[in-house]
């Protein structure tokens, strides 16, 4: 019996496009797309994420890395770029679990300026319970080490839970540990999942 339903954030609960955010950061700091793309996994945002660098070091050593100086706050802006409010149908299928009684948890590889932003224009997280952040946590999906302390925190087996999240890689480290599991595509396909799963919708 599945007790609770844990979610990723990026493409799942809100909206990420990469292009607007790539167009915003190359102008901001005087440099090709192509060159923003080729350290797009940069150590200090890995860092950053995993909560290994707090946002004045994050801030520091962006503008150390391209040589070129913003202040903090136009640089989490320029940040927030990336997120671009709610992905349709979800806050529905959110509210309608939580009224069913199912425990709601996220699981996101995020930075606190991300979540941030997701808090504030993502209402219904306020219907999650337990929320598992990267940079809390100091590791992130896909290591199985993050999918058993989910289970561990949350005094559970993963048999018992369901792990949605739009990347296979995410959804094979979850299946490995026998967590059930919905590659997302959009609400419509969750819903009908979570339905065939036995899930009161």
Known sequence: MIKHVIFDLGQVLVKVDLQNFMAHFSKEFDITIFDLMQNQNDGA????????????????KTCH???HFV????????WDTMLTGPVDG????????????YSLALLSNTDPWHFEY?????????????????YDLKMKKPDVEIFLAVANALHTKPEQCVFIDDVRENIDSARSL?????????????????TEMGIAM
């Open 90 to 101: 979800m806050a529905k299928v959110v509210n309608q679990l939580h009224e069913n009684g």
């Open 45 to 60: 945002y890995q860092d950053f994420m995993i909560g290994n660098l707090t946002s004045e070091q994050f801030h520091q």
């Open 65 to 67: 890395r391209y040589n």
């Open 118 to 134: 997701c808090q504030q224009y993502l209402p219904f997280l306020e219907k999650f319970e337990s929320r598992f952040l990267s």
């Open 71 to 78: 202040s903090l706050d136009r640089l989490k802006f320029v």
């Open 178 to 194: 026998n967590f059930k599991t919905i590659h997302f595509q959009d609400a419509n396909q969750l819903r009908q999942e979570l």
